[in-house]
């Protein structure tokens, strides 16, 4: 009864038609619409000297945006209503900067900076980023793309030379934001900005390591880390270059934030932070947020999205979304039957999605969906965009990089033909992935048959098994990086104390198992929920796999741990994850007559190609 009547508010909150007007965007991802914004009025223009002039001047800038006692006076209501301000300028000064993005991405590929793939999704991305967002405009982009990244691929690469190119190129031309609409676009002007959100700070942390390099920094972009994550948890993680474009969610208070953030147009942080009041009224003082890109976005729920639209949607054009819904889905996907679509479910649903999307293995007969009853876009889902490089017609278009240049290329043939229809190339000419050719052999398959064992709760362990690999670690891989990945943290756990038994933590202080990391070995206690726990006794070594996608090293052994029932292996996305993460060789111990007996899985075909090349030892 309860779900029902949550279910029936937030339907009429964020689904009704009333809420959803003058926000194209969420009406065009929830309910159905066209993804334009009204045709501006007359005089409803502006041109992009006076952007250009406004980013240079702090005092142009608050000249352009209506500044003085003038629009002081208008009050805080008004301030935060945004009611109707549709995105209105000049079609020339948009032309214009598209032209010059363009430029700048054709630059990059002339100089092999970025490959085919990778160039017309930073096209189409620009394109999308540069619309005016009216419908019939000639410089209209997509409104949504769906940059599907298999491992690998240089999904953050792709962001960070997207963002650079918009911030150096596009926004000194684009038109200014309307804060208020109206027949003559009436009210301040705004700068136009650009979010960049993951579902994870780590995520949020790497795209700004990726800015980094680019050569921005605090002038351009901030990274915004919530006070908790970072004084509590993290805060070794953000020393160095990231110090100086680190800005904390406490500090995003009062005009003492507001003043040297003025010109900044770029912030990367987490999606709950963006929904944060206080990041709108201090990060985004005087500009407008006209461009979303999210990251992880296969492993975000389509509702988390729904707040952040309906916050920015009078000025909202273009939301860019990067992921991999063959690898990891939203967190709690499969509780207890439920099926959570993620935003890339939403907007790939109805066609579209190329042949990796039709790889989506089968519902569970009784799963049941979680949220309100969503429309699909208008255009009926994604639509490809294939090697030709034509740009898209659809609102929302669908693109994927198809160059791994983390895989071996052996691993990479079999991952491409199992999950992404034979899209997926090698980017390296030898043998090896990133680091090279240092083996012969790229996969093995270590058989451990081994005994489960429980301690009461869902988790379980195998220390023959955990015995095994790192037995194998000391024989093989001492002189290389390397990373052990397991599914389940009660054998996380049993590993991890191996590891350190044996000395063979990443941090040599750390190398002397405490009594409980020994009760640990011996089957007590299921782990700490994550994996490669850092702390004063942890190997940063042994992790759990859901917290190691999005990361590599150069070895990886990975841990199946069952020997009655395949359990998460039966999900061949999570499998995917687990099995791409390596760039040198690939090593699986465990029973391979389980797997054998599931040939419908990939971990199942897996052990058919490691018996087919010669690839299993004992």
């Known amino acids: 009864m309860v779900d029902a009547v949550l279910y029936f508010i937030i339907r009429q909150v964020l689904c009704g038609k009333d809420r959803l007007h003058g926000r194209p965007l969420l009406e065009g991802v929830f309910g159905g619409g066209d993804f334009s914004f009204p045709a501006p009025g007359p005089g409803g223009t502006n041109d992009g000297a006076a952007a250009a002039a406004a980013s240079a001047s702090p005092a142009a800038t608050g ?31 948009v032309e214009n900067a598209l032209s010059q993005a363009e430029a700048a991405v054709r630059l990059l590929s002339d100089t092999a900076a970025v490959n085919a793939s990778q160039a017309r999704a930073l096209s189409e991305i620009l394109r999308g980023a540069c619309r005016t967002g009216q419908h019939g405009s000639a410089t209209g982009g997509s409104a949504v793309q769906l940059v599907q990244g298999p491992p690998g691929t240089g999904k953050t690469t792709v962001i960070s030379h997207a963002v650079r190119i918009w911030l150096e190129e596009a926004a000194p031309r684009l038109p200014l934001l309307h804060k208020h609409g109206g027949a003559g676009g009436s009210g301040a002007r705004l700068l136009p900005a650009v979010a960049c959100v993951a579902r994870s700070n780590v995520a949020a942390k790497n795209i700004a390591l990726s800015l980094i390099k680019r050569g921005l920094g605090p002038k351009d972009f901030r990274l915004i880390v919530s006070q908790k994550f970072h ?27 507001q003043r040297p953030l003025r010109n900044v147009k770029v912030y990367v942080t987490t999606v709950a932070m963006l929904a944060n009041p206080s990041f709108k009224a201090t990060a985004l003082h005087r500009k407008a947020l006209s461009w979303l890109v999210v990251d992880e976005a296969s492993q975000i729920c389509g509702p988390d999205l729904m707040l952040p639209l309906y916050q920015y949607g009078h000025h909202l054009k273009c939301m860019s979304l990067f992921g991999d819904d063959m690898q990891l889905p939203p967190f709690g ?52 965009v294939g090697a030709t490089g034509t740009a898209a017609t659809s609102p929302v278009v669908r693109l994927m990089l198809d160059v791994s240049y983390r895989l071996p290329r052996d691993l990479c043939a079999f991952i491409s033909r199992e999950m992404y229809g034979g899209r997926l190339q090698s980017g390296w000419a030898s043998g090896g992935g990133a680091a090279g050719d240092a083996f012969p052999a790229n996969v093995l398959w270590i058989q451990v048959e081994g005994k489960e064992g429980r301690t009461g709760g869902t988790s379980c362990s195998n220390v ?40 063979l933590g990443r941090h040599p202080q750390h190398n002397q198992p405490t009594q409980q990391a020994g009760g640990a070995a011996a089957g007590g206690g299921g782990g700490s929920g994550g994996g490669g726990d850092k702390g004063p006794q942890g190997s940063d070594r042994v992790y759990n796999i ?21 359990g998460f292996m039966d999900d061949d996305r999570r499998v995917n994850v687990m099995l791409t993460r390596c760039t040198q060789q690939l090593a699986v111990v465990g029973s391979l007559r389980l797997a054998l007996q599931h040939p419908h899985t990939l971990i199942g075909r897996m052990a058919e190609y490691c018996i087919l090349n010669g690839r299993v030892e004992q």
């Open 546 to 566: 859901d917290t190691f996608q999005g990361r590599e090293d150069e070895v990886v052994v990975v841990s199946l741990t069952r020997v009655k029932a395949l």
């Open 464 to 503: 023959l098994e955990a015995k095994r690999v790192v037995q194998l670690v000391q024989e093989r891989y001492l002189n290389t990086s390397w990373t052990i990945l397991t599914g389940y943290d009660l054998q996380r756990s049993v590993l991890e104390c191996e590891v350190l038994r044996c000395g």
């Open 333 to 384: 996907a499969e509780w207890d039957g439920a099926q959570i679509r993620s935003i890339f479910d939403q907007l790939s649903s109805g066609g579209g999605g190329g042949a990796a999307q039709q790889r989506l293995r089968e519902q569970p007969a009784g799963a049941f969906h979680v949220g309100p009853p969503l429309c699909p876009p208008a255009a009926g889902g994604a639509a490809d």
């Open 63 to 93: 000249a352009a945006e209506g500044g003085g006692k003038k629009a002081k006076g208008k009050g805080k209501a008004q301030e935060d209503s945004n009611s109707g301000g549709a995105p209105v300028g000049s079609a020339a000064a």
């Open 231 to 257: 004084c509590e948890w993290h805060e070794e993680q953000y020393r160095g270059e990231l110090e100086s474009v680190l800005v904390l969610g406490s500090e995003l208070r009062g005009f003492a934030m």
